[in-house]
């Protein structure tokens, strides 16, 4: 991980071998944080952010899922995040907002811990370096609609995604696939889901997933290209069937698939509608299609 010279922390802006807390850190020990990850691009007009607001927007949603109130607004730390990145002078990379209970209570009622929020940022290019990601379906089912909130993204929810992405280790394949307790497909560990059957794009509904601000990102675009888009379950046999298959996510951008299970998708290459929204996608973030331009801000 490459450093910066700042992270937000509390207010302040704290050197980037200083930010530190305690052992006893509630979110430490339960997992009860919430979190984001936004990226940044380097545009003709200097540094954007994408989608700033509606990431911090998911951050309060989550907090308040754990009945955390968060001592900053949402103009509060969509500024914060657009003067750290001044302040490193990153004008691309990615961004990551936590919120955590911080030191003074322990046991499983956070009601009296303090509410901590910290932002770092840091250079990170292509979370899946590859043209088409060989992926594997999960022995793991994602967490569970009746056992949580899913569309929250809380700390302890990356615990299954990290048993799926732990369960790939020693072998070739580039990310997992889970599929919910009913046998549909879910999400990947950090991505959203998608098909492409000739002009159609189908992708799993909202319950079991996260709300992927790039999903909601990369439904808009393909509706502006013409694509129908449906969100409906979709069964494994089904996606076998499909043209194409891809991944969104901030990290992931769009990620397209070349085969689930060591089964192709297509031709098993990165399929050529997937590659039309995957350059939508970076026209958009990179500020070149300035349709989306109500989806950055720029650092200054
Ligand atoms: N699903 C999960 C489980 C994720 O962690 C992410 C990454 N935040 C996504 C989907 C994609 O969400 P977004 O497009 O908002 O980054």
């Known amino acids: 991980m490459e450093k910066t010279k700042f992270i937000w922390m509390n207010g302040d802006f704290v050197p980037w071998d200083d930010a530190k807390v305690h052992v006893l850190t509630h979110t430490l020990h339960y997992g009860d944080g919430v979190f984001e990850g936004i990226r940044a691009y380097k545009t003709d007009r200097g540094g954007a952010l994408f989608r700033l607001r ?141 098909v492409v059957k000739g002009r159609e794009i189908i992708t799993p509904p909202l319950g079991s997933i996260l709300a992927g601000i790039t999903r909601a990102s990369v439904i808009e675009i393909a509706k502006d290209l013409g694509f129908a888009v449906t969100e409906r379950p979709l069964k494994l046999a089904e996606v076998f069937e499909a043209d194409e298959a891809f991944f969104t996510g901030t990290a992931a951008e769009v990620t397209p698939i070349g085969s689930i299970d060591d089964r192709p998708i297509g031709n098993g290459k990165a399929g050529a509608n997937s590659l039309t929204l995957k350059a939508a996608y970076l026209d958009a973030v990179y500020g070149r299609n300035l349709n989306y331009g109500k989806f950055l801000t720029f650092i200054e």
């Not at 990356?158 to 072998?171: D, F, P, Q, R």
């Open 54 to 194: 509606e990431h911090f927007e998911r951050f309060e949603y989550s907090a308040g899922v754990l009945g955390m109130k968060l001592p900053y607004s949402i103009e509060q730390l969509c500024e914060a995040t657009r003067a750290l990145l001044k302040r490193n002078d990153l004008p691309q990379g990615y961004v990551r907002p936590l919120a955590y209970h911080g030191y003074g209570v322990m046991g499983l009622n956070p009601r009296n811990a303090p509410v901590e929020v910290m932002i770092a940022c840091w250079p990170w290019g292509a979370y899946i370096p590859v043209e088409e990601a060989n992926i594997k379906v999960s022995s793991y089912i994602r967490i569970d609609p009746r056992s949580t909130k899913c569309d929250a993204k809380i700390c302890g929810h990356y615990v299954n995604s990290i048993l799926a992405v732990l369960e790939l280790k020693g072998t070739a394949y580039h990310e997992a696939l889970l599929l919910d307790s009913a046998g549909y497909i879910a999400e990947g560990p950090g991505e959203n889901f998608f």
